[in-house]
């Protein structure tokens, strides 16, 4: 199994930049994706970026896509996703999951608080 922690999550103002990372750890050599996900108060969790472990190809969410950038450090084993140019609507609770020897998301860390002041 996989075990993932976030870190990095905070408040900024509207502008600015957070980067936020997700550590794996465990049976990190089954990764074959890490993905971004985020949750906003009332309303339901949603995809954020996805990044192949292999061949490090990118997806994004309309929303976030141009603003924000989904990366991975294979050496230690950790995802980040840097976050530029933050509005109030990019508040929420932002997770991190990965694809454990599956297509399916079957890892997810505990969250991370992102919070941006207009």
């Known amino acids: 199994q996989v075990q993932l922690v976030e870190s990095g999550g905070g408040l900024v103002q509207a502008g600015g930049s957070l980067r936020l990372s997700c550590a794996a750890s465990?049976?990190?050599?089954?990764?074959?994706?890490m993905a971004w996900f985020r949750q906003a108060p009332g309303k339901e969790r949603e995809f954020v970026a996805q990044?192949?472990?292999?061949?490090?190809?990118?997806v994004y969410a309309a929303s976030v896509k141009g603003r924000f950038t989904i990366s991975r450090d294979n050496a230690k084993n950790t995802g980040y996703l840097q976050m530029n140019d933050l509005k109030p609507e990019d508040t929420a609770v932002y997770y991190c999951?990965?694809?454990?020897?599956?297509?399916?998301?079957?890892?997810w860390g505990q969250g991370t608080q992102v919070t941006v002041s207009s």
């Open positions: 990044i192949f472990w292999d061949n490090l190809s990118t």
């Open positions: 999951a990965g694809q454990s020897g599956s297509l399916q998301y079957n890892a």
């Open positions: 465990g049976r990190t050599s089954s990764i074959l994706a």
